[in-house]
């Protein structure tokens, strides 16, 4: 079964870049979707396809992909980006994947 | 606006069956497919199995096969999924999502439906 690694937590100041990572063999010739979920909600879409941001998400979040590891990248990072943030392919094998999902904290 | 509106908690007894509701609105519902997902305390997020709403056509995650059922009802908008022999490990909010058209992702999420067991 295919897997995806993300670090469980990341750290950033407030205005900073945050990058959170997921790893998977060969990551980089898949698409690969990102969300976002705060506490006691539903999930939300903030990158589909890579790179693509759904409409009403802000450009300060953006994606990249290639080789082993797709980046999730929040610039200019506020309080209310403090959520718990998942990657998600899909694979021939496994359909539906997700990561284990990493914590972002605003310090 | 696409809404997908689902049943309300639950609390079953080890061994029971619970089926969840997912009614959507705002799309054409036979034009996407319905993804499950739930999330146990706690953790993270988990794939449970998939269904066109056009044909009725399933996918299911391998170690729920035998104990999940995935149907929808076309007239109403509504997906529906079962799952049978319920133990304590199945405790989790369960989550519809629609299944994006020529790609992966789930674009538009329903808001949950918790789901208790317990003796």
């Known amino acids: 079964s295919y897997v995806l690694t993300q670090p469980p937590s990341v750290s950033v100041a407030p205005g900073q870049t945050a990058r959170i990572t997921c790893g998977g063999n060969?990551?980089?010739?898949?698409?690969v979707h990102w969300y976002q979920q705060k506490p006691g909600q539903a999930p939300v879409l903030v990158v589909y396809?890579?790179?693509d941001r759904p409409s009403g998400i802000p450009e300060r979040f953006s994606g990249s992909n290639s080789g082993n590891t797709a980046t999730l990248t929040i610039s200019r990072v506020e309080a209310g980006d403090e959520a718990d943030y998942y990657c998600?392919?899909?694979?021939?094998?496994?359909?539906?994947?997700f990561g284990g999902g990493t914590k972002l904290t605003v310090l | 606006q696409v809404q997908l509106v689902q049943s309300g908690a639950e609390v079953k007894k080890p061994g029971a069956s619970v089926k969840v509701s997912c009614k959507a609105s705002?799309?054409?519902?036979?034009?996407?497919?319905i993804s499950w997902v739930r999330q146990a305390p706690g953790q993270g997020l988990e794939w449970m199995g998939w269904?066109?709403?056009?044909?009725?056509?399933?996918n299911y995650a391998q170690k729920l096969q035998g104990r999940v059922t995935m149907t929808t009802d076309t007239s109403t908008s509504t997906a529906y999924m079962e799952l049978r022999s319920l133990r304590s490990d199945d405790t989790a909010v369960y989550y519809c999502?629609?299944?994006?058209?020529?790609?992966?992702?789930?674009?538009?999420w329903g808001q949950g439906t918790l789901v208790t067991v317990s003796s």
């Open positions: 999502a629609r299944a994006s058209k020529g790609s992966s992702f789930l674009d538009y």
């Open positions: 705002g799309y054409t519902f036979t034009s996407y497919g």
């Open positions: 269904i066109s709403a056009y044909n009725g056509n399933t």
């Open positions: 060969n990551i980089g010739s898949k698409s």
């Open positions: 396809d890579d790179s």
């Open positions: 998600q392919v899909w694979d021939s094998s496994s359909d539906w994947v």
